[in-house]
């Protein structure tokens, strides 16, 4: 029997790069996301973290390094990476004038959840974003918090073993935030699965990411887990005061940070996904 059960780290990017055009959006990225921890990607606006994630989940190609899910190069082996993976972009990925319910199952027939199990699923995958008395309301009325879980309930019907979330709070208020990030935390303690998460609230990172790695300008400038960066740059300080994660990505990326933060077309995607779940 073929024992289907994915083995070894769950991401491993070695020298990755993507470019648009003239634009290096990943310049030689190397990471490796353990298998069952949460791993943060931070970084401003056009910091690269979409563009390496969109290589990791083959929507984008791998020009140049290596791309690795679960031993799954993701240049060669694409459906074998998207069987174990579930995607929330940034992008709206639920129909507003579908119930809740409707999303959820139109994502298990895509993702080829077996018929007779999937109004089961479904059901699942509702009750763990807390949205099962809501599933039957058209999700156009849904508030933005309630949009990202049903996302969320989207990505988790396949049952993947790598959830990819594309700024999963981004333009929701703090009570809406932590729900979302109780959910996802419920749902890796229940199944052990990874999680690999971009946002640029590094308040966040620093209270849910076991691992980050700070982006900036397409290339990772720290790694490691929150408390670690922050107690090296306490080190190196030298004067007492303990830093948070921010002060530690100000010191990685340098005064480049206050630049500009990213290009318009970055801005304004950011504006729209903060509006459309506002
Ligand atoms: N489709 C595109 N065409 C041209 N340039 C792009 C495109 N998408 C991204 N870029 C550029 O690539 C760089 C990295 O963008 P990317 O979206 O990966 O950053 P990000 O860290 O995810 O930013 P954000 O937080 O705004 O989502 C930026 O300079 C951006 O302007």
């Known amino acids: 029997m073929r024992d289907d059960t994915p083995t070894g780290d769950a991401v491993t990017c070695t020298g990755l790069r993507y470019s648009f055009g003239g634009t290096k959006a990943v310049d030689g990225v190397d990471l490796t996301v353990c298998a069952g921890e949460v791993f943060g990607l931070l970084g401003p606006n ?13 929507l984008l190609p791998v020009p140049s390094g290596m791309v690795r ?13 998207r069987r174990l993976l ?9 129909d507003a004038s579908l119930t809740g319910r409707e999303n959820v199952s139109l994502f298990a027939r895509v993702f080829d959840v ?4 999937r109004a089961g699923r ?4 509702l009750e763990a974003v807390g949205l099962a008395d809501a599933a039957d309301r058209m999700a156009g009325t849904y508030s933005g918090g309630m949009v990202r879980r049903l996302e969320l309930a989207q990505a988790l019907v396949s049952a993947p073993r790598l959830l990819m979330l594309d700024e999963p709070t981004i333009g929701l208020d703090p009570i809406a935030r932590t729900s979302v990030w109780e959910h996802i935390m419920a749902v ?37 887990t929150p408390e670690r960066l922050i107690a090296d740059l306490r080190e190196r300080r030298g004067d007492g005061a303990v830093p948070t994660l921010e002060d530690v990505f100000r010191d990685v990326a340098g005064s480049g940070l206050d630049e500009g933060g990213g290009e318009f077309r970055d801005v304004r995607r950011t504006r729209n996904t903060a509006s459309r779940v506002g």
Request: glycine fraction near 10%.
């Open 46 to 58: 056009g910091a690269g973290k979409t563009t390496a994630i969109r290589c990791v989940t083959t």
């Open 69 to 81: 899910v679960f031993g799954y190069d993701a240049a060669t082996q694409k459906m074998a990476v």
């Open 86 to 94: 579930g995607y929330v972009p940034q992008q709206l990925s639920a």
């Open 114 to 117: 077996p018929r007779r199990e």
């Open 122 to 125: 479904v059901g699942q995958a």
């Open 188 to 224: 890796r303690a229940a199944t052990g699965m990874t999680v690999l998460v971009t946002t640029h609230y590094m308040d966040e990172a620093e209270q849910y990411c076991d691992r980050v790695a700070l982006m900036h300008k397409g290339q990772v400038r720290a790694l490691g």
